[in-house]
Nanobody
Framework: QVQLVESGGGLVQAGGSLRLSCAASGRTFGTYAMGWFRQGPGKEREYVAS????????NYADSVKGRFTISRDNAKNAVYLQMNSLKPEDTAVYSC????????????????WGQGTQVTVSS
């Protein structure tokens, strides 16, 4: 079983940057693909980015490609989301998720979830 805890959210002006972290418990963290999702006000949860268990392959939603970078450190049981050039439409609760199968793009396909961290981008 994997437990996930996000941190690093906050309030930032448009054009600014934030780095989200997701700390995982469990000795099997390195065998899980990881994803980041977000849910904005009045919106459905949407896929942001994902990374394979080794970190060798990443994937991004078109809306964040070129601005966000997902990475992981298996020695620290952590996955990160570096967010640059933030826009007001990036405002959402960001959650990390874990699953044993790579390339999952749907939230319901992920087995484990964190509680989320709020990111607010002001214009």
């Amino acid at each position: 079983q994997v437990q996930l805890v996000e941190s690093g959210g906050g309030l930032v002006q448009a054009g600014g940057s934030l780095r989200l972290s997701c700390a995982a418990s469990g000795r099997t963290f390195g065998t899980y693909a990881m994803g980041w999702f977000r849910q904005g006000p009045g919106k459905e949860r949407e896929y942001v980015a994902s990374i394979t268990w080794s970190g060798g392959t990443t994937n991004y939603a078109d809306s964040v490609k070129g601005r966000f970078t997902i990475s992981r450190d298996n020695a620290k049981n952590a996955v990160y989301l570096q967010m640059n050039s933030l826009k007001p439409e990036d405002t959402a609760v960001y959650s990390c998720a874990a699953d044993r199968i790579w390339s999952r793009l749907r939230a319901y396909q992920y087995e484990y979830w964190g509680q989320g961290t709020q990111v607010t981008v002001s214009s």
